[in-house]
């Protein structure tokens, strides 16, 4: 529970603008604004992860059976990824840095994932692998 009144006061922090533009995210001086700065780049990577999922789901329409697998796999991802970042940023548990180490975490993983999805949208005719 305390996890999800952190993200909300940073959530509210970056909506209210107080982290507006890049330019402090250019040279981040204090913890809170490089955790501010963490979470708006793991925000733009979960768009774009977003963004290339949908388009997929798109391709997939004709296709149940492959969509409700694309469907299955993506949450179980969301799940592993979750789990993942939660281990990897509990060499920091409680302190200031692990909402920050936590963000990294979650953009390499949502980036990998966003580059994983594109190629299954954008597969050659002939490739095995590539689901229609």
């Known amino acids: 529970m305390r996890s999800l009144s952190l993200w909300a006061g940073v959530g509210l922090l970056i909506s209210s603008g107080f982290v507006s533009a890049n330019d402090e995210c250019d040279s981040p001086k204090t913890q809170m604004e490089m955790t501010q700065c963490s979470a708006q780049t793991?925000?733009?990577?979960?768009?774009?992860?977003?963004?290339?999922?949908?388009?997929?789901?798109?391709?997939?329409?004709?296709?149940?059976?492959?969509?409700e697998k694309l469907r299955a796999a993506q949450r179980k991802w969301v799940?592993?990824?979750d789990a993942e970042c939660a281990f990897e940023s509990s060499a920091v548990e409680g302190g200031s840095a692990q909402p920050?180490?936590?963000?990294?975490c979650l953009e390499a993983l949502t980036k990998a994932r966003t580059q994983r999805l594109q190629q299954h949208a954008s597969c050659e005719e002939g490739d095995l692998s590539c689901v229609r």
């Open 79 to 81: 799940g592993f990824r």
């Open 100 to 104: 920050m180490v936590r963000n990294g």
């Open 42 to 67: 793991y925000q733009a990577a979960d768009d774009e992860l977003n963004g290339v999922y949908q388009a997929l789901v798109r391709r997939l329409a004709n296709n149940a059976l492959s969509l």
